[in-house]
């Protein structure tokens, strides 16, 4: 039977696939079941920031998986103590939580400001405050931090004591924050609700609400981190301020399933034995691949090519701005970028599969570019004239 009629027939319905299936990948480039070459820039929704078959990813699975890839966090083993203490050292934090997606590494964020309430103003302060148009997975709890009805009104009721103020508006967060709200929960940049980066200014000015109300930032940087906005953590964007928690998914381990909540010193025995869990959360293989795409990163100079890249994608982009009207706005960091048009994302989405080049949409009209941080100027020229062909036609 063939792959798509067997998928339709055997697995949920829960997404709406193109009908491409894709069999191997190199580099920048995937390959479908007839031999056909594509340009991809989703990096499946920004996890394979690597490419795909990086040797050194390929590597580490080989190496791990022919000594051991599970036994379960009852136990010690080596790498998973090594990633943590590799991601504490790149960054402001102090201890790491290691799960399997980005929804469970934002629920455990979310468990531990629950907890932080209750110890530090007792029952009444487990509030939460997030953003419109953010996404934060698919869970219950993280659809109800989701500031989007659409993933929610199937689903209702929902967790208690969330609400939503506009994003890079500091007046809407002063009206719904107060001494009853344990966390607010962010992304540094919006990504499923179409590429909006969070403002400098908004930013310092939240972390002075959070701390006037005893209550943590967590900054969900489960695409925005690992690279794809040019830093390793998007926070460091915005330092001196800083958020409390950050989520890590998606690119982490490169394609392998594993989340991250690293908490600073002041949260870090808020979770005690008992408190959270997971079984897969941290296994070998995945912590050791994790270490891989971290050296990488620093062996590869991988931080300066996505600066470089960019840069580089977000200058032609804005030149076919000039050319044609129907691109109302560019916007992102690093490789996180957005093009807002007047005319349905699906639509160019579909056109530029029809051209062998990979997008996502974010919303209605904006579609993500968000290729593998390894991406070199010959790749982006494939983008550019794809799309300069695609909106002449449009004319
Ligand atoms: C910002 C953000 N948070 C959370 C998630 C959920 O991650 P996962 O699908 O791994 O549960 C996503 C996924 O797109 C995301 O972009």
Redesign the pocket.
């Known amino acids: 039977m063939k792959t798509i009629e067997t998928t339709n027939q055997f697995i949920l319905n829960t997404y709406k696939r193109y009908p491409v299936v894709f069999e191997k990948g190199t580099g920048c480039y995937l390959f479908d079941e007839n031999g056909k070459k594509y340009l991809d820039m989703s990096s499946g929704?920004a996890v394979s920031l690597l490419g795909h078959s990086h040797p050194e990813v390929v590597k580490a699975i080989k190496k791990q998986s022919n000594k051991l890839l599970h036994t379960s966090n009852l136990y010690y083993s080596t790498p998973a103590p090594k990633l943590a203490k590799k991601l504490v050292e790149k960054s402001v934090f102090s201890k790491a939580f290691f799960c399997n997606?980005?929804?469970e590494a934002?629920e455990a964020a979310l468990k531990i400001a629950k907890k932080y309430g209750k110890i530090h103003g007792g029952e009444k302060k487990f509030k939460i405050l997030s953003f419109k148009n953010s996404?934060?997975?698919?869970t219950i709890a993280t659809i109800t931090a989701t500031g989007q009805t659409k993933y929610q009104e199937s689903f209702t009721p929902l967790l208690p004591g969330v609400e939503y103020a506009e994003y890079n508006n500091i007046e809407s967060v002063k009206k719904l924050i107060s001494d009853d709200v344990c966390a607010v929960i962010i992304?540094p940049l919006q990504?499923?609700g179409g590429v909006h980066p969070a403002q400098g200014d908004f930013i310092k000015q939240l972390r002075e609400l959070c701390d006037k109300h005893n209550a943590l930032l967590i900054f969900?940087e489960?695409?925005t981190g690992v690279g794809r906005t040019g830093t390793l953590f998007a926070y460091e964007q915005f330092l001196p301020t800083k958020p409390d928690i950050v989520t890590l998914?998606?690119g982490i381990a490169a394609g392998l399933p594993m989340?991250v909540t690293l908490v600073n010193e002041k949260l870090s025995e808020v979770l005690q034995p008992g408190d959270h869990a997971s079984t897969f959360g941290g296994n070998l293989l995945t912590s050791s691949v994790a270490l891989a795409v971290l050296n990488c990163i620093d062996n590869d100079k991988i931080l300066e090519n996505v600066q470089k890249s960019g840069s580089y994608l977000i200058k032609k982009l804005n030149e076919l701005k000039l050319k044609y009207s129907s691109i109302k706005d560019i916007r992102g960091q690093g490789l996180l970028i957005g093009i807002e048009i007047d005319f349905p994302a699906p639509e160019l989405v579909n056109a530029l599969i029809d051209k062998k080049i990979i997008t996502v949409p974010a919303g209605t009209s904006v579609v993500r570019f968000l290729p593998p941080l390894i991406i070199k100027k010959k790749e982006i020229d494939i983008l550019i004239d794809a799309l300069d062909e695609i909106f002449k036609k449009r004319i």
Request: charged share 30%.
């Open positions: 929704i997606s980005g929804a934002n996404f934060h997975g698919r992304e990504g499923e969900d489960i695409q998914a998606k989340g």
